[in-house]
């Protein structure tokens, strides 16, 4: 028999964040849904606009593009910086741009300041993308419970995203353009000093200097790429300099910075990272994901007001069903998870949405509600089930001082997916949208030209042929969409069910190990202080868990108790250690 005396467990550090941690998720979940909002809800905007502010047509172009491109462009350079100075501060920092531009946005009277409000709102949102990731991954070291916390997040972005649409058409449709971003400015008064009050600071790798010129061409590699691939979803030629020259550039500025940083001792991105093959397939997954959907998205929402002449509220409305699914997937993520592990539900995520989309594929030149209804239940259930599972399993893979690289590789590569579907499913629809007007009885070449273009323009040149030819077009027009309209659908099921193949290289279950609080890299240490009056000889046996970061000390029957002794263990990491402190402490991460 043996006498042990057990040395106790240190406080809980403050990435876990106690009872608090609920809380803190919360306020992650409202800083995430203004973003979402903000990247959707100017869509239904868009016509009040043009004709309140008379952009021209580039301009009016920027107008909607400026945010996704500078906020995507920014999402590696924020993410790792918040990794060097602290994620809470960028976060913070985010908030507070978020609201300027957003009051500059509202009572912009030109369209060059509307630009820069946008260009000044995709900053902030690149600030706080993610930052609410990498504070996610932070506050919730255990898996089982990050689960949870990553479904809710999910779940919040799919209803930012669903109901910007709703939203913005309500407001536009009661008030005018400007309230679509009017709403911002309340929403970040709330939740600044909030965040400031509740939000943990946090820090991972600090050694080295930060690599502010590979920060710099990451930033201008990712903007190159998705600029040239929205010109092309916008019509242009792939080989044409507009289009090809960024594709080109930039995909050469991400080639050099790769090769920047597998040189560097202290990269901004360990690129180790991509040695695992369940990060880069989750990533891919991620990628296929928001190719199939966004372009499918805005070409529905095409569909709903242009061939079933509904309102923009009325298209809103119609699109919730998605958004409760998507919520519904969200909140049973993590029971999913446990249950059937990552590879099972990616994979079967990805064949459920493909089923949906073929689906779809029912719909015609009519109204049929109720498979419109469960068509989006299903897709919306299934696409967030496959992002939600994809996210988890990225981030898990990822330590903890890299959190912010990982979060800004997760939101790049939906934004890059989101750009590429819109480019590639658009360019589909446009190839097979184009042809079905191409001679249509009793109307001009150059009329049916210019119909060609768009279902909207198709539209105006039939109001302004009129009779039998207009009404000839017009028809035509609709049923050239349809049939568009079915061929992406065909397209992106394809997609998806690639996406389901690729979902085989995924854990088959998911892994939660016990030592789910400690650095993967880190070496363990032993510090021990023996008192003064311990007797040298006595036997100590020391067993030390990583995971708690405690130790227990046993001392051999028969023999005195020490006096004064004490053990702690603590995470000895010769390169990079991970700090975090409670808001307000005062003390300075190491």
Not at 483 to 500: C, E, I, Q, R
Not at 539 to 548: E, F, K, N, T
């Amino acid at each position: 028999m043996s006498r042990t005396n057990t040395a106790p467990a240190p406080p809980r550090a403050a990435a876990d964040g106690g009872a608090n941690r609920w809380v803190v998720l919360v306020v992650l979940c409202v800083s995430l849904l203004v973003v979402a909002l903000d990247a959707t809800i100017l869509h239904v905007a868009i016509p009040s606009l043009a004709e309140d502010l008379r952009p021209s047509s580039t301009s009016l172009l920027w107008i909607v593009d400026a945010y996704p491109l500078v906020c995507a462009s920014l999402l590696i350079l924020f993410g790792t910086l918040g990794d060097r100075v602290g994620r809470r501060r960028v976060l913070l920092l985010g908030y507070a741009l978020f609201g300027i531009a957003s009051a500059v946005a509202a009572l912009a009277t030109e369209p060059s300041v509307l630009i820069g409000a946008r260009v000044l709102l995709g900053v902030g949102g690149a600030m706080i993308m993610p930052a609410t990731l990498s504070i996610l991954r932070a506050v919730f070291p255990d898996r089982r419970e990050r689960a949870t916390a990553i479904g809710v997040w999910t779940a919040v972005a799919a209803i930012g995203a669903a109901t910007g649409p709703v939203l913005g058409g309500f407001l536009v449709e009661n008030y005018w353009w400007g309230s679509v971003f009017l709403i911002n400015i309340p929403l970040m008064a709330l939740i600044l000093p909030l965040g400031r009050r509740l939000l943990p600071e946090s820090r991972g790798a600090t050694d080295g200097p930060w690599d502010v010129l590979g920060a710099l061409m990451a930033a201008a590699g990712v903007l190159g790429c998705v600029l040239g691939v929205k010109r092309a979803g916008a019509g242009d030629q792939l080989l044409a300099l507009p289009t090809a020259g960024p594709l080109l550039l930039g995909a050469a500025l991400l080639v050099l910075f790769v090769r920047r940083q597998k040189r560097r001792p202290h990269p901004l991105i360990d690129m180790r990272l991509f040695s695992r093959a369940a990060f880069t397939t989750s990533v891919g997954c991620i990628v296929l994901a928001m190719l199939a959907l966004v372009g499918l998205q805005l070409i529905a929402v095409q569909y709903l007001q242009l061939v079933l002449g509904l309102s923009p509220l009325e298209t809103g409305l119609r699109l919730l069903p998605l958004t409760f699914a998507a919520m519904a997937a969200g909140a049973t993520g993590s029971y999913t998870l446990r249950r059937i592990g990552p590879r099972r539900m990616v994979g079967w995520g990805f064949v459920l949405t493909a089923a949906a989309v073929l689906l779809l594929t029912f719909m015609g030149q009519h109204d049929r509600p109720l498979l419109l209804t469960v068509g989006f239940v299903l897709l919306g259930f299934g696409l967030q089930t496959t992002l939600f599972s994809a996210y988890e399993s990225m981030l898990s893979e990822a330590p903890q001082r890299s959190a912010g690289a990982a979060a800004s590789i997760g939101e790049t590569s939906y934004q890059l997916g989101a750009g590429m579907g819109t480019a590639l499913l658009g360019s589909v629809m446009n190839a097979a949208y184009a042809p079905g007007l191409a001679s249509v009885p009793g109307v001009p070449a150059e009329a049916s030209r210019a119909a060609g273009n768009s279902l909207g323009e198709a539209y105006q040149v039939a109001r302004q042929l009129g009779g039998a030819a207009g009404e000839a077009l017009h028809q035509a027009a609709r049923h050239a969409f349809v049939n568009g309209l079915h061929m992406t659908l065909f397209v992106s099921a394809g997609l998806l069910l690639l996406g389901a193949a690729m979902a085989r290289r995924l854990p088959p279950v998911m892994e939660c190990p016990v030592d789910a609080h400690a650095d993967p890299d880190a070496d363990l240490g032993v510090d021990m202080n023996v008192g003064a009056a311990a007797d040298p000889g006595v036997d100590l046996d020391v067993d030390l868990d990583a995971g708690s970061g405690s130790g227990r000390v046993s001392v051999a029957e028969g023999a005195p108790a020490p006096v004064g002794l004490s053990a702690s263990v603590e995470p000895r990491v010769p390169t990079t250690r991970e700090a975090i402190e409670p808001a307000g402490s005062g003390r300075p991460a190491h």
